[in-house]
């Protein structure tokens, strides 16, 4: 009996490791260029292991990185062919949870991209679909290039008027820099 045991035991962990190595080769294969911008990532700042990989395109076309440093302290590295172009310990900013809180409850930033804006209400976000950091790269033309830390949070998602959209989050306080809606046709 105890050698089927450990034959099952063994069967289930070659299996899951299986599992583990395919999902890892699926995910990096659907997005090209991630291994290297990941070695860069890894080469070129303090980031020990990468944990999360996603495409970021709020401004550039690339990579975030996400995972611990040599003590842990988690840290997001964003690089776009090869290169390395920003990286922000997170704990320098709001958690993903706290940014998720300040969308559905949005205040408006006191450096907008626009002072009109002041005047339009902004829309909670009601469903999360997507919440990423990102960077404000200095020579990247964006809505939100205001953010007084340089670092935005990305949040996509279903609004309370219905539609889907984004709101940008200035990366330390959670206010909002800048919202787009968009409006599906009915």
Do not use: C
């Given at each position: 009996m105890k050698r089927y045991v450990?034959?099952?035991?063994?069967?289930?962990?070659v299996l899951i490791a299986g599992a583990v190595f395919a999902v890892r080769e699926v995910t990096y294969a659907q997005f090209t260029g991630a291994e290297v911008d990941a070695q860069a990532a890894l080469d070129h700042t303090v980031l020990n292991q990468v944990k999360e990989a996603t495409p970021y395109t709020g401004g550039m076309n690339g990579f975030l990185f996400a995972g611990p440093d040599k003590q842990g302290r988690q840290v997001y590295v964003w690089s776009?062919?090869?290169k390395v172009l920003a990286t922000v310990y997170?704990?320098?900013?709001?958690?993903?949870?706290?940014?998720?809180?300040?969308?559905?409850?949005?205040?408006?930033?006191?450096?907008?991209?626009?002072?009109?804006?002041k005047n339009q209400a902004?829309?909670?976000?009601?469903?999360?679909l997507h919440a990423t950091p990102g960077p404000v790269l200095p020579d990247v033309e964006t809505e939100y290039k205001t953010a007084p830390s340089k670092f935005?949070?990305?949040?996509?998602?279903?609004?309370?008027?219905?539609?889907?959209?984004y709101t940008y989050l200035d990366f330390?306080?959670?206010?909002?820099?800048?919202?787009?809606?968009?409006t599906e046709p009915k």
């Amino acid at each position: 009996m105890k050698r089927y045991v450990w034959i099952s035991l063994l069967v289930l962990t070659v299996l899951i490791a299986g599992a583990v190595f395919a999902v890892r080769e699926v995910t990096y294969a659907q997005f090209t260029g991630a291994e290297v911008d990941a070695q860069a990532a890894l080469d070129h700042t303090v980031l020990n292991q990468v944990k999360e990989a996603t495409p970021y395109t709020g401004g550039m076309n690339g990579f975030l990185f996400a995972g611990p440093d040599k003590q842990g302290r988690q840290v997001y590295v964003w690089s776009a062919q090869g290169k390395v172009l920003a990286t922000v310990y997170a704990d320098q900013g709001l958690s993903k949870d706290q940014a998720v809180a300040a969308a559905k409850k949005p205040v408006w930033g006191k450096q907008l991209v626009r002072a009109e804006l002041k005047n339009q209400a902004l829309q909670p976000l009601v469903d999360v679909l997507h919440a990423t950091p990102g960077p404000v790269l200095p020579d990247v033309e964006t809505e939100y290039k205001t953010a007084p830390s340089k670092f935005v949070w990305e949040i996509y998602g279903k609004m309370a008027n219905g539609d889907t959209g984004y709101t940008y989050l200035d990366f330390k306080s959670g206010e909002v820099l800048w919202q787009v809606l968009l409006t599906e046709p009915k």
